[in-house]
């Protein structure tokens, strides 16, 4: 299993070089955004589990989000805060340099991309809702500024 995932990846990346080749070779690259993505890790028998799920483990929750565009980006940069999908549209928004609608979930990422404190301090770092014949259950994870992760069961 781990073998097949590791050949996935393999293909992503030679994919996305392909495209950044492209890109490079066409002078198209520094005014380009590139985001890359994905809205659950996977476990490959970490604890014992495969797949996606509801589980709090680390490879389950923690998942990429690459943003690249030089021309206004620092390259090579890595934040370790935690952020939201949600907050993708916004942050397009502001590149753009248009307002934000207020209908508009999240927040832009551009202060954090450029150095400001988190915008999310706090914040759930995962949720999910099981419902079996609607006899739900809603699984809730916070983590703190310290680090420490209380899971709240509803």
Do not use: W
């Not at 066409?26 to 996977?42: A, P, V, Y």
């Not at 209908?103 to 706090?122: A, C, D, F, H, Y």
């Amino acid at each position: 299993m781990k073998a097949a995932y590791y050949a996935v990846i393999e293909h992503i990346d030679f994919e996305v070089g392909k495209l950044l080749n492209y890109l490079e070779k066409t002078n198209q690259r520094e005014n380009t955004l590139i985001l890359f993505h994905s809205d659950h890790g996977e476990l490959l028998g970490d604890h014992g589990l495969y797949g996606k799920g509801s589980f709090f483990y680390e490879p389950s929750v923690r998942v990429p989000f690459i943003v690249s565009m030089p021309s206004i980006f620092p390259q090579n940069k890595q934040i370790d805060d935690l952020v939201e999908l949600v907050d993708i549209v916004p942050t397009l928004y502001e590149i753009l340099g248009e307002e934000i609608p207020k209908r508009v979930q999240g927040k832009s990422l551009l202060p954090l991309i450029n150095g400001e404190k988190n915008i999310n301090t706090g914040m759930e770092f995962i949720r999910n809702t099981i419902m079996p014949i609607l006899n739900y259950l809603v699984i809730r994870g916070f983590t703190q500024p310290c680090g420490v992760k209380m899971i709240i069961k509803s």
